[in-house]
T-cell receptor, first 117, second 110 residues
Framework: DVKVTQSSRYLVKRTGEKVFLECVQDMDHENMFWYRQDPGLGLRLIYFSYDVKMKEKGDIPEGYSVSREKKERFSLILESASTNQTSMYLCASSSGLAGGGAKNIQYFGAGTRLSVL | GQSLEQPSEVTAVEGAIVQINCTYQ??????LSWYQQHDGGAPTFLSYNALDGLEETGRFSSFLSRSDSYGYLLLQELQMKDSASYFCAVSSYNTDKLIFGTGTRLQVFP
């Protein structure tokens, strides 16, 4: 079974702190994703990485950065946490480009609920 | 741009059938996926359609009409455990990103 593990289930931080959210996958997937999930807004992509050290901005990258030094690990960094970054953060992984009609299944971690006070 | 629309909430009783619709606007459409998420849980993959028609997986079926930019998820013989949020997601050519809808919360009552 594919396993995507997020380091923390719940996290409470103060405004202005630097926050690291860690995600590890064990399926040798090329792609990794960070989403945030807010009520009524669905899953919004923050950043996407398609290979080690490669990244692409998603729909809402402002206030976030990412790091992918190893294939299995993808970190989301909040340089200076703000209250509007209080949210559920979901990490996902998938295999490489799914052309030819193949399914492009994303596998999700259990999420990190971050509260910024 | 890209957008997906699905109802925010649907309610039904145990044993009933429910259909959750999804309309999309996207360039380079490749396929439509459905994910299920229970409260407090991770989204999990349910089904995928790249071609027009119906795909059946047990009690769940998914339909796609590419010409209408429309799909639906059909849940039959509803059970209490089907209470969850359901997201449609579109994939496009030349990218592994998915664009997710805002989700439909399904509540199943006894």
């Amino acid at each position: 079974d594919v396993k995507v593990t997020q380091s923390s289930r719940y996290l409470v931080k103060r405004t202005g702190e630097k926050v690291f959210l860690e995600c590890v996958q064990d399926m040798d997937h090329e792609n990794m994703f960070w989403y945030r999930q807010d009520p009524g807004l669905g899953l919004r992509l923050i950043y996407f990485s398609y290979d080690v050290k490669m990244k692409e901005k998603g729909d809402i990258p402002e206030g976030y950065s990412v790091s992918r030094e190893k294939k299995e690990r993808f970190s989301l960094i909040l340089e200076s946490a703000s209250t509007n970054q209080t949210s559920m953060y979901l990490c996902a992984s998938s295999s490489g480009l799914a052309g030819g009609g193949a399914k492009n299944i994303q596998y999700f971690g259990a999420g990190t609920r971050l509260s910024v006070l | 741009g890209q957008s997906l629309e699905q109802p925010s909430e649907v309610t039904a009783v145990e044993g009933a059938i429910v259909q959750i619709n999804c309309t999309y606007q996207t360039s380079g459409f490749y396929g439509l996926s459905w994910y299920q998420q229970h409260d407090g849980g991770a989204p999990t993959f349910l089904s995928y359609n790249a071609l027009d028609g119906l795909e059946e997986t047990g009690r769940f079926s998914s339909f796609l009409s590419r010409s209408d930019s429309y799909g639906y998820l059909l849940l039959q013989e509803l059970q209490m455990k089907d209470s969850a949020s359901y997201f449609c997601a579109v994939s496009s050519y030349n990218t592994d990103k998915l664009i997710f809808g805002t989700g439909t919360r399904l509540q199943v009552f006894p």
